[in-house]
């Protein structure tokens, strides 16, 4: 692919080993409800992630526990072979239960066995970027990460992965792994309402290292706020373009990984990226995550 630049710009990950537009895109919601099994409508899943690829989209985000399986073998049907500069980011360190529930999955054995599955399913001989998700279902948890992370370290050294990044985690867990390896990237909750790691963000920029929040938009409860609306009627666009908009201008090592599973919804997800939120309207959208009601 001739890699075009989105608005919102691009950032240089593994010390410009990599570069990729700010605005990506998530694939998790590809997958059937819960994200569990096929969607409902393959056709349109596979249109989703050729339009945004043609749409400028070199950074995808995805996981071989969705699903599980799911999309990534809906990325290889769409899109393989795969383009000159698209960046595949997918994640590991869980596993789906047989009643869909989410278990950690942080043992030698499973680590490998993923990075297999991975490349099996998307149809690559390695990976390009690998998170270690660890930590809690909705946040991190301390504690040390040395033995995944060092399992991963070695298929990395093997050939298997290029770059390591990490999602869930602490800035002393971040440290330990730095020790370990070089980490590209971290991966965390964050958006306009839930704004934990903050001084983190800015501690990773200082580092070079890009910041990628899952759940921009809230996740499966979509941020809600009156002075959202409020600076989305003011800005003559919705909601949760702005939210988007907010994160781009947040920092610049900020990557988004929006998802949808619509084409409609990717177009409007994309243009968030051209949105410039103006200096008065941040400062009313600040309130939001201070703990003021929004």
Same mark, same amino acid.
């Given at each position: 692919?001739?890699?075009?630049?989105?608005?919102?710009?691009?950032?240089?990950?593994?010390?410009?080993?990599?570069?990729?537009?700010?605005?990506?895109?998530?694939?998790?919601?590809?997958?059937?409800?819960?994200?569990?099994?096929?969607?409902?409508?393959?056709?349109?899943?596979?249109?989703?992630?050729?339009?945004?690829?043609?749409?400028?989209?070199?950074?995808?985000?995805?996981?071989?526990?969705?699903?599980?399986?799911?999309?990534?073998?809906?990325?290889?049907?769409?899109?393989?072979?795969?383009?000159?500069?698209?960046?595949?980011?997918?994640?590991?360190?869980?596993?789906?239960?047989?009643?869909?529930?989410?278990?950690?999955?942080?043992?030698?054995?499973?680590?490998?066995?993923?990075?297999?599955?991975?490349?099996?399913?998307?149809?690559?001989?390695?990976?390009?970027?690998? $998170? +270690?998700?660890?930590?809690?279902?909705?946040? *991190? @948890?301390?504690?040390?990460? =040395?033995?995944? &992370?060092?399992?991963?370290?070695?298929?990395?050294?093997?050939?298997?992965?290029?770059?390591?990044?990490?999602?869930?985690?602490?800035?002393?867990?971040?440290?330990?792994?730095?020790?370990?390896?070089?980490?590209?990237?971290?991966?965390?909750?964050?958006?306009?309402?839930?704004?934990?790691?903050?001084?983190?963000?800015?501690?990773?920029?200082?580092?070079?290292?890009?910041?990628?929040?899952?759940?921009?938009?809230?996740?499966?409860?979509?941020?809600?706020?009156?002075?959202?609306?409020?600076?989305?009627?003011?800005?003559?666009?919705?909601?949760?373009?702005?939210?988007?908009?907010?994160?781009?201008?947040?920092?610049?090592?900020?990557?988004?990984?929006?998802?949808?599973?619509?084409?409609?919804?990717?177009?409007? $997800? +994309?243009?968030?990226?051209?949105?410039?939120? *103006? @200096?008065?309207?941040?400062? =009313?959208?600040? &309130?939001?995550?201070?703990?003021?009601?929004?």
């Amino acid at each position: 692919m001739t890699t075009q630049s989105l608005p919102g710009g691009r950032f240089p990950l593994a010390g410009g080993a990599l570069t990729v537009n700010r605005m990506g895109y998530g694939a998790m919601q590809l997958a059937g409800p819960g994200v569990w099994g096929p969607p409902r409508d393959v056709d349109e899943a596979v249109a989703v992630l050729r339009e945004a690829v043609a749409s400028g989209v070199d950074h995808i985000d995805t996981s071989d526990f969705y699903g599980p399986h799911v999309t990534n073998q809906l990325i290889r049907q769409a899109l393989h072979p795969y383009p000159d500069g698209l960046v595949m980011v997918t994640k590991l360190g869980a596993r789906r239960g047989e009643d869909k529930s989410w278990i950690h999955a942080l043992s030698a054995e499973e680590l490998t066995s993923g990075v297999h599955d991975n490349l099996r399913n998307l149809g690559l001989d390695a990976l390009e970027v690998v $998170n +270690l998700r660890v930590g809690a279902i909705m946040g *991190p @948890a301390e504690g040390s990460i =040395e033995a995944p &992370l060092t399992v991963l370290a070695e298929l990395k050294r093997q050939g298997l992965i290029r770059h390591l990044g990490l999602s869930n985690v602490t800035p002393s867990q971040l440290a330990e792994a730095r020790k370990i390896t070089e980490i590209v990237c971290v991966q965390n909750l964050y958006n306009l309402a839930h704004r934990t790691d903050e001084q983190f963000i800015d501690e990773l920029a200082a580092q070079g290292i890009a910041y990628v929040p899952f759940f921009p938009l809230g996740g499966f409860s979509p941020l809600q706020s009156s002075r959202l609306d409020a600076a989305a009627q003011a800005l003559g666009a919705t909601p949760m373009q702005v939210a988007l908009a907010w994160l781009l201008q947040r920092a610049p090592n900020v990557l988004l990984i929006p998802g949808t599973s619509s084409r409609g919804h990717l177009r409007e $997800n +994309l243009a968030a990226a051209k949105l410039e939120i *103006p @200096a008065a309207v941040l400062a =009313e959208l600040e &309130l939001i995550g201070g703990g003021a009601k929004g």
